[in-house]
């Protein structure tokens, strides 16, 4: 009967992270593409940047700490979506056929069905035409101290010459209900824009000045603060934060302590995208990974509008 319940509640999970992925047809993030992002014509007048070093990702840590956010077991549509986002696009050379000689001498393609599985433990499947993709590490609903034990073991393995990107979709509100209508697809906005004062001091007596890492209630264990990822800018930083309190992270900015960081942050406010049911991500992390849905979705263009469109285009 357990067994039973479990197995229900992981089927609902998949149903409903399925819908909120694959609204639009052919939905998905976009991923660097070799024949684009490593253009042969590009590379000369991208070197004149490196005449220092060259500055390669190579770790990237993903978290979000949401209330009934869509996820299947532990692995949440947002950090999904930036986990693709994050990946070279496959080239498939990897998944030609391989053929093999038989005891006659004639070619034995074993990529048709023949009721049997062959599987080659010991066959490489990464793509040998691309770079290699970076480290990915998924967290699921850390707490604060759990997530900086990651981090600082991370950073002790990180040379100079590689970017740690951190992203961060969570709260900043500890009812996290209020998210729901932020961050989501949503038919009004969450907070009125009164409420976001543009001047107001960064202090940890204010309730805008972190990100909520926890389950509910108040408390200061809970609360990311920007100072709290100053002592990873010893090493270079990408840091994208999705939260309606993003603009509290700006304080890392000349507060480095030895690299520059690279800040990536969601708008205070998002913008109401109407007739579509909240339960679809975070806002900003869809554009950042597939712009043209995102958009879509925010100008009210339904699903079916979009496969027309997709077809003539």
């Known amino acids: 009967k357990t067994n039973f ?15 909120a992925d694959g609204a639009y047809k052919g939905s998905r993030s976009l991923r660097y593409d070799n024949l684009f992002d490593s253009y042969a014509s590009n590379l000369a007048s991208i070197a004149r940047f490196h005449s220092k070093r060259v500055l390669k990702l190579k770790e990237a840590v993903l978290t979000s700490y949401h209330r009934n956010e869509v996820k299947f077991t532990e692995l949440t549509l947002d950090t999904f979506r930036m986990l693709q986002s994050l990946e070279w696009e496959p080239t498939g050379s990897y998944q030609i056929a391989v053929k093999e000689l038989t005891e006659n001498g004639t070619m034995s ?47 002790e393995e990180l040379s100079q010459d590689s970017i740690l990107l951190i992203y961060i979709s969570a709260s900043g509100l500890a009812d996290q209900n209020a998210y729901h209508k932020y961050a989501s697809s949503s038919s009004s906005r969450s907070r009125p824009a009164s409420a976001f004062s543009i001047d107001k001091p960064n202090s940890h007596t204010g309730s805008d000045d972190h990100v909520w890492l926890g389950p509910r209630g108040n408390g200061g264990p809970n609360n990311l603060y920007p100072e709290d990822l100053i002592p990873f800018t010893r090493y270079p930083l990408f840091l994208v934060i999705d939260s309606e309190n993003s603009h509290a992270f700006k304080a890392i900015h000349n507060a480095e302590k030895g690299e520059p960081a690279a800040l990536l942050l969601s708008p205070r406010i998002a ?15 869809y554009f950042l990974t597939a712009p043209m849905q995102a958009f879509c979705q925010l100008a009210g263009i339904t699903p079916d509008i979009d496969s027309v469109c997709s077809s003539i285009f």
């Not at 319940?5 to 992270?17: S, Y």
């Not at 049997?116 to 850390?142: C, F, K, M, V, W």
């Not at 913008?271 to 992390?285: C, I, K, L, R, Y």
Request: glycine share 10%; net charge negative.
């Open 271 to 285: 913008s109401a995208m109407p007739g579509v049911e909240s339960g679809n991500g975070g806002q900003f992390t």
């Open 109 to 155: 393609d074993q990529s048709g069905p023949s009721g049997l599985i062959d599987i080659h433990l010991s066959t490489e499947i990464s793509d040998g035409n691309l770079p290699s993709n970076p480290q990915r590490a998924i967290i699921y609903h850390p707490t604060v101290s759990h997530l900086m034990a990651v981090l600082a073991t991370i950073c």
């Open 5 to 19: 319940k479990e197995w229900k509640q992981v089927l609902q999970e998949l149903d409903r992270f399925l819908k």
